[in-house]
Structures are given as C-alpha cells and as structure tokens.
C-alpha cells in the first residue's frame, strides 16, 4: 500500500491505460463502429465484462454439454429405454399425494 501512495498518479495512470487497452482489444471486436468510444471508461469497463461473462458463460455450458451428452455419453447416460414408473408405483405416489393433501387441509 506505501507503493501505491508513493506512485499514486503514476499507479493510476497506469491503470487506467491499461483498462483502456482491454476495452478497445475486446470492444473493438464485437461492437460495430466506434461509437463505443465517446461512452465512460466505466461503461466501456461494464461492457468489456459482459462480453467476458456471456463468453465464458457459453463457453463452459458448450463444453459441459459436449462431455455430458457426447463424449462420455455412456458413462453418465444409461444405455436402453428411459427408466418409467410401473403402474404400481405410480397409484402409490398419487394415493400418498392425496393423503397429504387431505391431512394438510389443502383438499
């Protein structure tokens, strides 16, 4: 901290071109023309994170859904027919529904 209260304008400066660099690296890259330009730094800072956060939101969920469903099918999807209820248990969860629906006084 004794750092940056010594070179504190230096610090900032810094800072700041540097922050100005990643704005115009990534918007420059999704935003058509320059009208971004004449926004805030802090605007421009918010949108260069939102750019980051969608990508790596889509990003990772793509690769998740590549392994899951893809690359490791088997070892995390069974193979066959989707597992149903037998009848039997089916009558019993609704039967079981209705008594806890009579007894809460909801019914």
Known sequence: MAAVAAHGGDYLRRFVAE??????????????GN?????PH???SWMRNM???????YLSGFLWCFVIYYWKRN????KGPAPSP???DAAAAAAA???????????
């Open 51 to 57: 750019v980051g956060g969608y990508l790596l939101y």
């Open 97 to 107: 529904a209705d008594l806890f629906l009579l007894r809460s006084g909801c019914a």
């Open 86 to 88: 037998s009848l039997p």
């Open 35 to 39: 009208w971004w330009r004449g926004l």
């Open 75 to 78: 070892a995390y999807i069974p």
């Open 19 to 32: 922050t100005e660099w990643y704005n115009e690296l990534v918007l420059s890259a999704v935003a058509p």
């Open 42 to 44: 802090p605007v421009q």
